[in-house]
């Protein structure tokens, strides 16, 4: 499968270069999330609901416009998905693009800014980097100027744009 050949790229049948290996997990955020997650001691596991997803956002990710609702049980990786990788992805994807994240408190939007602006940070794979003068855990910035706030149901979310809004069990 296109998972198992981003997965074991050293097992190919075939040549392929690094900058279109790279090309291609970087395009898909199931693929770029467990292959970070490997660094980053999170195992990320694209579940088949998870890679369900995926091929229903990619179109609104990539052009915009989309509107979804996630409905899955407790414990079926929504939070670990969507409100952790899924921003991580966007913003080395799309720099200069905007994300904001709600989640229904603050301990768990500070938790999961944390993740995000961490992973970004710290992981050599990634592409962008935090600006050291605007790295706050729920509110930062990049240096290629994407913003990301995340905040919970109580928190401040008026007068600020974004490109990818989620909301985590409101």
């Not at 407790?74 to 670990?80: A, E, L, V």
């Not at 408190?105 to 940070?121: C, M, P, Y």
């Amino acid at each position: 499968s296109y998972l198992t050949c981003l997965r074991d790229d050293d097992q190919l049948p075939f040549e392929i270069d690094a900058t279109t290996l790279d090309a291609m997990w970087r395009s898909d955020f199931a693929a770029y999330a467990e292959r970070l997650s490997k660094v980053e001691n999170e195992q990320f596991v694209p579940y088949d609901h998870v890679l369900f997803i995926r091929d229903k956002m990619k179109s609104a990710l990539f052009e915009g416009g989309g509107r979804f609702i996630v409905d899955l049980p407790p414990r079926h990786s929504k939070t670990f998905t969507l409100n952790k990788w899924l921003p991580t992805w966007y913003l080395d994807t799309f720099p200069g693009r905007n994300v904001m994240t709600c989640s229904y408190n603050e301990k768990l939007a500070t938790g999961n800014g944390r993740f995000v602006r961490d992973v970004i940070r710290h992981n050599p794979s990634s592409e962008v980097s935090v600006r050291p003068d605007a790295s706050s855990v729920t509110d930062w910035q990049t240096v290629a100027g994407s913003e990301f706030l995340s905040t919970g149901i109580s928190g401040t979310m008026t007068g600020r744009g974004y490109h990818l809004g989620i909301i985590d069990d409101p």
